[in-house]
């Protein structure tokens, strides 16, 4: 899988002078990712509040409840009409397809990137707090232990991926598209401020 990640195309076909304060939300395209245990669904979660926009969490669409996968085509179908919607905060990554048609498609790029030592902890923490809490963006009766330890292989991979390469990458769709690279927490409160 990580070897098809690394010949995704980044294109800017946006208009110059699109960067900036944020665009009227009616029509706003907010794409939220990055390595897993980052806070990503929560961050999406509170853009969406803030700007008044519906939310698309991509485990939702790809999987079902009890943590069972649908296939490749069901996910790519159900993502491309979530992509179609005039505006949205999607949170996730899916495959490698999916997230370069996001990548394409959103206005606002919010790429989460903390320190490894915070990923691997957030990841434990919402596995201890799982029976009491349900992660938010997760698929109901999703098998958390399963589902733990396929973060942890992801983290360990993560870095074939989620390279200074990829981070130049994206941050040269600037000025076509508002992009975001979160490392703390006042980076996620600089964000939020501009959404009120």
Same mark, same amino acid.
């Given at each position: 899988?990580?070897?098809?990640?690394?010949?995704? #195309?980044?294109? /800017?076909?946006?208009?110059?002078?699109?960067?900036?304060?944020?665009? /009227?939300?009616?029509?706003?395209? !907010?794409?939220?990712?990055?390595?897993?245990?980052?806070?990503?669904?929560?961050?999406?979660? %509170?853009?969406?509040?803030?700007? /008044?926009?519906?939310? %698309? #969490?991509?485990?939702?669409? #790809?999987?079902?409840?009890?943590? $069972?996968?649908?296939?490749?085509?069901?996910?790519?179908?159900?993502? &491309?009409?979530?992509?179609?919607?005039?505006?949205?905060?999607?949170?996730?990554?899916? /495959?490698?397809?999916?997230? =370069? $048609?996001?990548? *394409? &498609? $959103?206005?606002?790029?919010?790429?989460? =990137? *903390?320190?490894?030592?915070?990923?691997?902890?957030?990841?434990?923490?919402?596995?201890?707090?799982?029976?009491?809490?349900?992660?938010?963006?997760?698929?109901?009766? @999703?098998?958390?232990?399963?589902?733990?330890?396929? @973060?942890? *292989?992801?983290?360990?991979?993560?870095?074939?991926?989620?390279?200074?390469?990829?981070?130049?990458?994206?941050?040269?769709?600037?000025?076509?598209?508002? !992009?975001?690279?979160?490392?703390? #927490?006042?980076? !996620?409160?600089?964000?939020?401020?501009?959404?009120?």
């Amino acid at each position: 899988m990580t070897a098809g990640l690394r010949t995704l #195309q980044f294109t /800017n076909n946006r208009p110059e002078g699109a960067f900036g304060k944020p665009r /009227n939300p009616n029509s706003m395209k !907010v794409a939220v990712f990055g390595k897993p245990g980052g806070g990503k669904s929560t961050l999406a979660q %509170q853009i969406a509040t803030m700007a /008044n926009l519906p939310l %698309q #969490q991509v485990d939702l669409l #790809q999987y079902e409840k009890g943590g $069972a996968k649908v296939s490749d085509e069901e996910f790519l179908r159900r993502y &491309a009409e979530a992509l179609a919607q005039q505006h949205w905060v999607v949170d996730g990554f899916g /495959n490698p397809l999916a997230f =370069e $048609a996001m990548l *394409r &498609a $959103a206005d606002v790029l919010v790429y989460i =990137e *903390r320190s490894s030592l915070i990923h691997y902890w957030w990841v434990t923490k919402r596995f201890l707090k799982s029976p009491l809490v349900k992660p938010l963006g997760w698929p109901k009766d @999703s098998p958390m232990l399963r589902s733990t330890i396929s @973060s942890y *292989r992801f983290l360990r991979l993560s870095d074939r991926f989620w390279t200074p390469a990829f981070k130049a990458k994206l941050l040269a769709l600037r000025p076509g598209k508002r !992009v975001y690279v979160i490392r703390r #927490q006042s980076d !996620v409160l600089s964000l939020l401020a501009e959404f009120k």
